[in-house]
Nanobody, 126 residues
């Protein structure tokens, strides 16, 4: 059973920064693309960012491009989400996810992921 554990959330003022981390158990971390999703109260869970197995390819939600950066360290089984210039509309629970199929290109759709962390709350005050 794969476990994903997020950390790094918190309360920050608009314009501030946070870095989320997600540690993944197991020996096959580097075989899977990884993603970050978020869910605000009363809204659907939405894609935020994804990164390929090697880390060479990334994808982002349009509204976070230029502000958020996804990265991974395969030696540490960890994926990161650096969030800069945060806005109140970024407030949500952020989830780390492992792609369903190994050794394939990254996907930005929710059903492409089958293992999820418990989530970490990010609150941006105005």
């Amino acid at each position: 059973q794969v476990q994903l554990v997020e950390s790094g959330g918190g309360l920050v003022q608009a314009g501030g920064s946070l870095r989320l981390s997600c540690v993944v158990s197991g020996r096959t971390f580097n075989y899977y693309a990884m993603g970050w999703f978020r869910q605000a109260p009363g809204k659907e869970r939405e894609f935020v960012a994804a990164i390929s197995m090697s880390g060479r390819s990334t994808a982002y939600l349009d509204s976070v491009k230029g502000r958020f950066t996804i990265a991974r360290d395969n030696a540490k089984n960890t994926v990161y989400l650096q969030m800069n210039s945060l806005k109140p509309e970024d407030t949500a629970v952020y989830y780390c996810a492992k792609q369903r199929i190994s050794r394939t290109i990254l996907t930005t759709t929710r059903d492409g992921y089958d293992d999820w962390g418990q989530g970490t709350q990010v609150t941006v005050s105005s």
